[in-house]
């Protein structure tokens, strides 16, 4: 089929004999035998409808099925090279396929033994919270159960699952049915989301929790590392994530001063690193001082790096 413009043309051919087999309708009397036709020229279009109609089911019936195989062909090199390109080989390659598998695709291929990736997707969504939180539960032994789940939060949230796929150029080995791809499925920030989870799931069960380990200590946790979620954390928790992260010493707090009656009291903190004041903070309570203290401490020490 060639395609120009908005029209498509078949190369067509005609019956060199006169003799007509009987057909399903009068208005379809085309015989397509191979070998008792010849083609017509470029761009010939005299068929009606019915004739047409006839015409694309014998292309069909007869380079279908090879079209079909190429296309599959196609699509198995296409999940080899993405897996030498990611340094992960899949034993059982279907879990790698389902996971790109969207169910527009299974819709139009009913035929065929194809599975969505929803279900993976629903096993990624855990094994991924559970990963994040035992990292994020080892390298802050001093955060808070709410502080850990609010950074938590961030990590697997849709827009940054949506960088992590990007990064890896996930969105170019999606399978997608023909409405979901001219609509622009493949750069759906949503869509994109649940491919980055179902692989986690086919990854969980082809390799076990070590292998996703080692995939996210390449993906994810340098990310953390850097800072790059620092925005969601609290004052006193970035304060000690750039510290940590730089390994520049303890941190250490401790109330200076609390004045003025029960029912009104204020605190001024101080918060020190290696023994040498960051900052000073007041508030209504312990928290809040250490808070202001941290938030000082934090534009210090910032500024003192971009010198």
């Known amino acids: 089929m060639i395609a120009r413009g908005k029209r498509a043309y078949f190369c ?47 292309f069909m019936r007869n380079y279908g099925k090879d079209i079909e195989m190429n296309m599959n062909r196609a699509k198995d090199t296409q999940f080899k090279e993405f897996q030498k390109s990611m340094n992960i080989f899949f034993e059982n390659e279907n879990l790698l396929k389902q996971a790109f598998t969207h169910s527009s695709y299974v819709n139009e291929h009913r035929r065929k033994p194809f599975e969505d990736n929803e279900r993976l ?55 997608l049915g023909k409405g979901e791809e001219m609509t622009g499925g493949r750069t759906r920030p949503a869509l994109l989301a649940d491919v980055f989870e179902a692989f986690i799931g086919a990854l969980y069960l082809d390799k076990g929790i070590e292998h996703v380990i080692d995939f996210l200590d390449k993906v994810v946790f340098p990310k953390i590392n850097a800072g790059a979620f620092s925005h969601v954390m609290d004052f006193k928790s970035q304060l000690q994530e750039l510290v940590q992260r730089d390994g520049i010493g303890a941190l250490e707090y401790r109330v200076l001063q609390e004045k003025g009656p029960a029912h009104n009291r204020e605190f001024v903190s101080r918060v020190s690193l290696n023994g040498d004041e960051l900052g000073t903070g007041m508030g209504r309570s312990k928290k809040e001082a250490e808070q202001h203290a941290a938030q000082m401490a934090l534009d210090k020490l910032k500024t003192t790096m971009e010198k």
């Open 12 to 58: 067509i051919y005609k019956q060199q004999s006169l003799r007509k087999e009987p057909s399903y309708k009068s208005n379809m009397n085309l015989d397509l035998r191979r070998n008792s036709l010849t083609p017509l020229k470029y761009g010939e279009s005299y068929f009606n409808n019915g004739k047409r109609i006839a015409a694309v089911k014998y």
């Open 121 to 175: 997707e629903f096993l990624g969504d855990a094994v991924l919270e559970l990963t994040v939180s035992q990292f994020l539960f080892r390298k802050y032994p001093m955060m808070s159960e709410g502080e850990l789940t609010k950074l938590r939060a961030a990590i697997v949230c849709e827009p940054s699952l949506v960088e992590f796929a990007n990064e890896l150029s996930f969105g170019k080995s999606i399978l």
